[in-house]
């Protein structure tokens, strides 16, 4: 029996949709609409250009775009010529991309005019990048010289290569920033991310007559896994924008009567305080989500109390995991106050101790996963790989408690992570950068509570001895080497950081001790 009778990819969940709802508006982007019919036969002619220019079955593709009609087509194409895609972060400066491209060994990027600066200036960076690709953005923009062209290769003739594309081959490669100074390839196929499609269909209640809006960067796997994709998977509508904007989000949300929106709380946040905030005029949206950390209580209140149709959930999950591992409803939202739920249907979660026993209602412990949304391992990289699975579960590095009723609820990082405006920050890279500076003796990069960014990168300083040095000397510093959401918000100067006896720094007094000093 030939395999592809059963076969189940990225690229059959768009076809088998165009099949069932062909005249279904797929996306809208700016002045583009595309039916499922005009997306899946526009997939598959930009495959064989793609195919006419060198990529390949396993091919690695970085794509360094923001959110477009072209960033959303190039991800299906790539799928349908089984590539690999590897979705690079736009906010990273050049030389934190060209990390990325060297790792994942990518010889083609893709890009927009927007970035074409930053793409080949990192591509110049000793990596193998030797061909672009130009996508079309929201707005018109005009074409890079010297840069394949998305129309180009969209309107080619030639017939798609035949390729043998199973579930178990690697799909993406996305990269996370976890703890360590130097990224992280999480290796998905398309059955961990299709498995993980279910669990959102099932638990965020992903369905047909919904009518999304896609906000949040779809380089990141929450936009693009939780959201986007399963969209496709049901065929509902999805609006795309590259501008997470109050007074943007606002009037698509009126001009299309969105039904259903995602964004991490420091987004809610802004549309609450937005002077265009009108909720009649929103009155469609019933569907709301939010991630990437706990919405604070007040908000969750106002959000219930200004709109009142609109039903929330809480996504909880990492990279490694598709993303999404846990999920808090919206029947709990206000009486499962800073939790982020329990295991999704295709989710076995754990919260365990140092020898993996489950611990008792309020102890502290570690969140572990089984999963068939799971990552193969990260690339090239054994030892990790080796270390995230210890035990034959995946340790997720987030310390949390679980009460009676098996609700978990995170407490801490055990690795210093920080969620800032809905980015990942690791402190030790902030630290790292922060050592390159003559004056510093000592450095603690934490997250504080903050009201516009959830948590605010802070760095506290202890200078050598007879050193003087600014805030804005360090920020600057900061500012001109790294993402603007990895660079600190608040500089605090101090005497000493605390340590226990054998001479580890305790962040958990550092967050205590300033916590209320913003």
Same mark, same amino acid.
């Given at each position: 029996m030939n395999p592809a009778i059963r076969r189940q990819t990225l690229s059959d969940v768009l076809h088998r949709t165009a099949r069932r709802v062909p005249e279904k508006i797929a996306i809208i982007c700016g002045e583009t609409q595309w039916t499922y019919a005009q997306f899946d036969a526009l997939v598959s002619r930009l495959a064989a250009g793609l195919s006419q220019i060198g990529v390949a079955q396993g091919e690695r593709v970085a794509v360094l775009a923001r959110n477009s009609h072209g960033f959303a087509a190039m991800r299906f194409a790539l799928a349908r010529l089984g590539a690999v895609f590897v979705p690079i972060n736009?906010?990273?400066?050049?030389?934190?991309?060209?990390?990325?491209?060297?790792?994942? $060994?990518?010889?083609?990027?893709?890009?927009?005019? $927007?970035?074409?600066?930053?793409?080949?200036?990192?591509?110049?960076?000793?990596?193998?990048?030797?061909?672009?690709?130009?996508?079309?953005?929201?707005?018109?923009?005009?074409?890079?010289?010297?840069?394949?062209?998305?129309?180009?290769?969209?309107?080619?003739?030639?017939?798609?290569?035949?390729?043998?594309?199973? $579930?178990?081959?690697?799909?993406?490669?996305?990269?996370?920033?976890?703890?360590?100074?130097?990224?992280?390839?999480?290796?998905?196929?398309?059955?961990?991310?299709?498995?993980?499609?279910?669990? #959102?269909?099932?638990?965020?209640?992903?369905?047909?007559?919904?009518?999304?809006?896609?906000?949040?960067?779809?380089?990141? #796997?929450?936009?693009?896994?939780?959201?986007?994709?399963?969209?496709?998977?049901?065929?509902?509508?999805?609006?795309?924008?590259?501008?997470?904007?109050?007074?943007?989000?606002?009037?698509?949300?009126?001009?299309?009567?969105?039904?259903?929106?995602?964004?991490?709380?420091?987004?809610?946040?802004?549309?609450?305080?937005?002077?265009?905030?009108?909720?009649?005029?929103?009155?469609?949206l019933v569907k709301g989500y939010y991630g990437a950390s706990i919405m604070p209580v007040e908000v969750l209140r106002e959000l219930a109390a200004r709109l009142p149709k609109v039903r929330l959930w809480n996504l909880y999950g990492q990279t490694e995991i598709a993303p999404l591992a846990t999920m808090l409803g919206p029947e709990h939202q206000l009486t499962k106050l800073g939790s982020c739920g329990r295991a999704v249907l295709n989710v076995e979660t754990r919260v365990v101790d140092d020898r993996m026993r489950d611990v008792r209602p309020g102890e502290v412990g570690e969140i572990v996963h089984r999963s068939p949304h799971l990552m193969l391992g990260y690339f090239h990289d054994d030892e990790r790989t080796r270390a995230a699975f210890e035990g034959d579960w995946f340790h997720s590095g987030d310390l949390a408690t679980v009460d009676e009723e098996g609700f978990i609820y995170v407490v801490d990082r055990m690795k210093d992570m920080i969620k800032s405006g809905g980015e990942n920050v690791a402190s030790r890279e902030v630290e790292e950068m922060i050592y390159r500076l003559a004056q510093v003796s000592e450095v603690a990069v934490i997250g504080l509570p903050d009201p516009r960014w959830v948590e605010a990168v802070t760095a506290v300083i202890v200078l050598k001895a007879g050193q003087s040095l600014g805030e804005a000397d360090v920020i600057a510093h900061c500012s001109a080497h790294m993402a603007s959401f990895k660079t600190p918000k608040r500089i605090v100067f101090a005497e000493t950081l605390p340590k226990n006896p054998s001479g580890k720094l305790l962040k958990r007094e550092l967050r205590r001790s300033y916590a209320g000093t913003a």
């Open positions: 736009f906010m990273l400066k050049a030389k934190e991309v060209a990390y990325i491209l060297r790792h994942a $060994g990518a010889r083609m990027l893709a890009t927009d005019s $927007g970035l074409a600066e930053v793409a080949r200036a990192a591509a110049a960076l000793e990596t193998e990048v030797r061909e672009f690709i130009w996508l079309p953005s929201e707005d018109p923009s005009e074409p890079v010289a010297g840069m394949h062209h998305f129309d180009v290769l969209a309107a080619c003739a030639d017939a798609l290569p035949a390729v043998a594309i199973t $579930g178990t081959d690697l799909l993406q490669i996305v990269y996370t920033s976890g703890t360590e100074s130097t990224p992280k390839g999480a290796l998905l196929t398309h059955d961990a991310v299709l498995w993980q499609y279910v669990s #959102c269909v099932v638990d965020a209640e992903i369905a047909a007559d919904d009518l999304a809006l896609h906000a949040l960067p779809l380089y990141h #796997c929450a936009q693009l896994d939780v959201f986007f994709g399963p969209a496709v998977f049901v065929g509902s509508t999805s609006v795309i924008t590259a501008k997470p904007v109050p007074d943007n989000l606002l009037a698509l949300m009126q001009k299309f009567a969105v039904t259903s929106f995602f964004a991490p709380p420091t987004v809610w946040i802004a549309l609450l305080r937005s002077p265009a905030f009108d909720a009649d005029a929103i009155a469609s």
